[in-house]
């Protein structure tokens, strides 16, 4: 199975769903899909080394850009 990572910037709850649709079809194609809604909130405050690490163990990342998604990994 393809693993996939997506990647993007939260910033408000109706491009969090657009992204959840998005993983959604994803898994029903059969792609081994990670997303941050799969991260315990605990996690979260060690986002970047997650995210990292999901990069470095996917086949393919998929980064959803918006104007400030660079500025959220400095």
């Not at 910037?9 to 941050?36: G, I, K, M, Y």
Request: one cysteine or more; hydrophobic letters at 40%; a negative charge.
């Amino acid at each position: 199975m393809v693993k996939v990572f997506v990647s993007y910037r939260q910033t408000n709850p109706e491009h969090r769903e657009r992204v959840r649709s998005l993983v959604s079809r994803l898994r029903q194609a059969e792609f081994e899909c990670t997303w941050d809604g799969d991260v315990e909130d605990a996690m979260k405050s060690r986002w970047i080394d997650w995210s990292r690490k999901q990069i470095h163990a996917a086949d393919w990342v998929i980064p959803i850009f918006d104007e400030g998604y660079l500025d959220s990994w400095e």
